[in-house]
């Protein structure tokens, strides 16, 4: 999600001697990058979350999935009031109101866990999520108008370097701090427990997953009051007078004329849930096949997201010398032949697998992106909105694994991302072009 505009801003082929951070935007530039590494921390903090209520609520695999549900259903629901709100305003509110929600869904976690229940928890996440889906509106295009307009995809590129800098903090948060303190006890002997001994464990279970969220929350506030007392760039869109009927019905009509654009918006679809689907499983896969606790278990998860970020820059490398739409497919394709590994071999060999799909994703959210906007024009700002609500993908395609996993077994589950890393290579190979 956070590389959504990598892939559509001008200029970034063509050299210039344009300063990519002037120093008047310096301290503004840094506040918002700041940003970035808050939003990637909370998505990869909720990865660990479903480990961590699956044990304490004891539930099913497809009950602990709806933590990814409320999460990028939040995503999906404010993605489009997001941009209405930025068009109405400006960017700046729209940054403050992301960090205000975000900060709230944050502090939620404490009556969550005086509540000891799984419901306020999912509506804490909400809550949560829908901030980062304004932040994220908000952010992104805010870093490219803050500048000039010849470097923005650089300076965007320096924003999200931030981002897995907060991925991977938050996957040590949950290693090492939330999921490090689950009790050991099994579901079999937390069903034999009175209710006061059972309390006393999800007490203080619970207790570690509010504890750093508290904590995240008071880092939020903090850079809130720094933006909101910090002048920032006032900044306007550019208006692309194509003289056609600029309302949401009209340009929606036109983007369903867009066939190319349609079958984007579906490859997007597909591919945050396989995604979201193979990092919020990696643990529960990795217990099952290899062993160990859910702490053990979340080194392939913080494997998987630093092998995700390196990939990212080797990707943007060889695109210099492969077009990026058949460097989708070919990933796409080594993507799919990992998945069969996973559901086929299993083991360790299964589990670095996965772990080696993370390094086929790392290009696919920003090239289905600007494939998608090809020759869109004026429209391509509600078509990019479009894109963004795609990532529901993550919250209905990873409740569907959950639901397969406890049906089948957790092996099975995985035909959801192979159906949509094959739907990629399709994209790569011929979806993309305009018709």
Partial sequence: MT?????????????????????????????????FALWGLANNMTDVLIAQFRKVFTLTDMQSGLVQTAFYGAYFVLALPAALFIQRYSYKAGVLLGLGMFASGALLFYPAAQAMEY????????????GLSILETS???YIIAMGPQETATRRLNIAQAFNPVGSITGVLIGKFYILSQLNPATDVERAAMTSTELGVIQTGELHAVMTPYLFVAAVIVLVWLAIAFTKMPATKDAVIETGEDQSMRATFGRLLQ????????????????????????????VMTQVGGTEADASTYLLISIVTFSAFRFICVGLMKYVAPERLLAVLALVASILVCVVMGVGGITGAYALVGISACMSLMFPTIFGLSL?????????????????????????????????????????????????????FGLKGYKAD
């Fill in 139 to 141: 952010a992104n295009p």
């Fill in 258 to 285: 867009k066939k190319h654009f349609v079958r984007g918006v579906i490859g997007q679809f597909f591919y945050i849930g396989a995604q979201i689907g193979c990092w919020s499983w990696t643990i529960r896969y």
């Fill in 3 to 35: 590389d959504t505009l990598l892939a559509s801003g001008s200029g970034a082929n063509k050299k210039s001697t344009a300063e990519v951070i002037p120093k008047a935007i310096l301290i503004p530039f840094i506040l918002l990058t700041s940003c």
């Fill in 119 to 130: 419901m306020p928890f999912l509506m804490a996440l909400f809550v949560l999520a829908g």
């Fill in 374 to 426: 090809h020759g869109l024009g004026g429209d391509s700002k509600f078509g990019g909105s479009c894109l963004i609500m795609a990532i529901l993908g993550g919250a209905l395609l990873t409740a569907i694994m959950g639901q397969i996993s406890d049906s089948i077994g957790i092996q099975a589950s995985f035909v959801i991302p192979l159906i949509g890393f094959l739907y990629l290579i399709y």
